[in-house]
């Protein structure tokens, strides 16, 4: 099995800074595609940023210029730099690895518990 450790979160003011960390663990083979997804309160969980292996990332406009995705392979670990928060940044934000645990196994996408995010004056 696979476990995925978030760490970071908390309580910041508008316009503040914060970092989040994803520690991936386990029985891993490899591991592709890694990312931050969040859930509001009463929304749907949508797609923050995410990074293939290579490096190449991708983020939510509403995160674009604020927010950067960056991982460490040898570590299994991806982060999230999140500068300029809004309010509208508070959500319990998820990490996510898209791993396989054998050559012969298929990929399997695993899903960190969360940590909250709080933007408030």
Sequence with gaps: QVQLVESGGGDVQPGKSLPLSCAA???????SDMGWFRQA???QRELVASITSGGATAYADS???????????????VYLQMNSLKPEDTAVYYCYARAKQGWSYAWSDYWGQGTQVTVSS
């Design 41 to 43: 309160s009463g929304k």
């Design 63 to 77: 995160v674009k210029g604020r927010f950067t995705i960056s991982r460490d392979n040898a570590k299994n670990s």
């Design 25 to 31: 663990s386990g029985s891993i083979f490899s591991i």
